[in-house]
């Protein structure tokens, strides 16, 4: 869109080293936990089957543990500003995207542990920390709250495909260092950004 | 039988004392209050189950527990294990094999008195053609013309074959199965010694 190679203001603040860290672990879990939900789902019972579920389980709530660290990091840590020359409608979509990621990030989880209450599967953390059954057992109530499990994780793999070109369409198009930020090995040492 | 119950009776009346205990026997089974629930664990998840259809036969006079009588039959293709899943996978051959071995049988052998409405019930178990030795603490509790025995056995579920092949291995579904049990009976007629 814009002409200008961006540069930030500000170029000495960018995240902090947990940021960066929090962002690539919890990336990673959430694309293989959500690569393994779609894989065990379609297995027939088997012991193979019940383990994959129980670690897909303790993947959601250290992910969701993750998350709520990740949170409270960025509330007292501020994220670098976006690139001075991006459009307003930009600057929102991407804003709404982060705001909808985050929320998605406890949504999913959270449903998935609603769902396990509902259907009779307590999710028992690692095998060892049983957490609380937020609702009683209830068959069609599982199978609505699987559903919703289903679309929240859809939504948030369209999120993520939208995050995911957004950051190349910044590196690549518009050539400024946001992509850069989260992978400092990309920064580039040309000089057309600061 | 008879003599056994007017006996006593008789006995009191003529010392002009009433019955010591009023015979009672409980012999009516009450499917429809009565509950047969299990509880395995699944990577370490306790998952509740239970048997809808079961028939039972007991015989249970409180003044001479050592004479009761129990015997259980469970259709073993009435579990609820948790999930449909699950109950299509307990009804094959690695598990139940309900369509060889459709009935579990409990046959009550001893009852013990432990004091205070407490008894160690023994008997034989037997489910897919094995039969083990299993006892129990069973608590009475006897409300008129109603008795409601409780309680609780762990079960080894390699004992009888139960989960063979790929389930053999106790690292998924543990072979200890918490079975809990309450079979109410009532009293069929009023056998009570007539004051006098």
Not at chain 2, 108 to 133: C, H, W, Y
Request: with cysteine.
């Amino acid at each position: 869109m814009s002409s200008q190679p961006a540069s930030t203001p500000d170029s000495g603040t960018g995240f902090t080293g947990v940021a960066i860290g929090l962002h690539w672990l919890i990336a990673a879990a959430i694309i293989g936990t959500f690569a393994l939900g779609l894989y065990m789902h379609e297995l027939p019972l088997s012991p193979q089957k019940l383990k994959l579920y129980s670690w897909h389980k303790w993947a959601g709530v250290t992910i969701f543990l993750c998350v709520l660290l990740r949170l409270v990091w960025r509330l007292s840590h501020r994220p670098p500003q976006m690139p001075a020359g991006m459009p307003a409608w930009q600057r929102k979509a991407a804003e709404a995207t982060h705001v909808l990621l985050y929320l998605l990030m406890f949504a999913v989880p959270l449903s998935g542990w609603l769902m396990s209450s509902a259907k009779g599967f307590q999710t028992v953390w690692f095998g060892v920390l049983p957490l609380p059954d937020l609702l009683d057992k209830n068959q069609e109530l599982g199978d609505l709250l699987q559903q919703v499990h289903m679309l929240l994780n859809f939504t948030m793999a369209a999120l993520v495909i939208a995050h995911l070109g957004a950051a190349l369409k910044h590196h690549f198009i518009d050539r400024d260092d946001v992509l850069a930020r989260m992978l400092p090995f990309l920064a580039r040492t040309t000089g057309d950004i600061e | 039988m008879k003599y056994r119950l007017f006996g006593p009776a008789l006995a009191g009346a003529f010392l002009g004392i009433a019955p010591a205990a009023q015979a009672i026997e409980f012999n009516q089974f009450q499917a429809d209050k009565s509950t047969l629930a299990f509880v395995s664990k699944q990577m370490n998840v306790p998952v509740e189950g239970q048997f809808k259809s079961f028939r039972s036969k007991i015989t249970f006079d409180p003044a001479k527990p050592a004479a009761a009588r129990a015997e259980l039959e469970i259709d073993l293709a009435s579990i609820d294990a948790g999930s449909k899943d699950a109950n299509d996978e307990v009804a094959g051959k690695a598990w139940f094999n309900t369509r060889e071995f459709p009935v579990a049988k409990f046959v009550a052998t001893s009852v013990k008195p432990l004091g205070s409405n407490r008894f160690e019930l023994t008997g034989k178990m037997a489910i897919k053609g094995r039969t083990q030795d299993m006892t129990a603490p069973v608590t009475l509790r006897q409300e008129g013309n109603s008795a409601t025995f409780e309680g609780a056995l762990v079960l080894k579920r390699a004992d009888f074959a139960l989960g063979e092949g790929i389930w053999a291995d106790f690292g998924t579904v543990a072979n200890e199965v918490h079975v809990k049990f309450r079979l109410v009976a009532t009293a069929a007629a009023t056998a009570t010694a007539t004051k006098k």
